[in-house]
């Protein structure tokens, strides 16, 4: 179960920094505020990498045990 976690959120990180990337080119804004997107997509993979990370930590940690 751990190792199918961890592959979800790098896959989560790497697929929301790619389309992060596809909006910025694009220079796609917010409908109402014309507010740019990516940062905010960018925030999310940020926040998946992290996460990736840290159960990545936790499964090397429970292997060493």
Same mark, same amino acid.
């Given at each position: 179960n751990a190792c199918?976690?961890? %592959?979800a959120w790098a896959l989560r990180a790497w697929k929301s920094f790619e389309r @992060?990337?596809?909006?910025?080119e694009a220079?796609?804004?917010s409908?109402?505020?014309a %507010?740019?997107?990516y940062p905010f997509v960018f925030l999310v993979a940020l926040g @998946?990498?992290?996460m990736f990370l840290e159960m990545l930590k936790d499964l090397?940690?429970?292997i060493k045990r």
């Open positions: 199918f976690a961890l %592959i @992060a990337i596809e909006i910025l220079n796609e804004v409908a109402t505020l %507010i740019p997107v @998946a990498a992290v090397i940690q429970r």
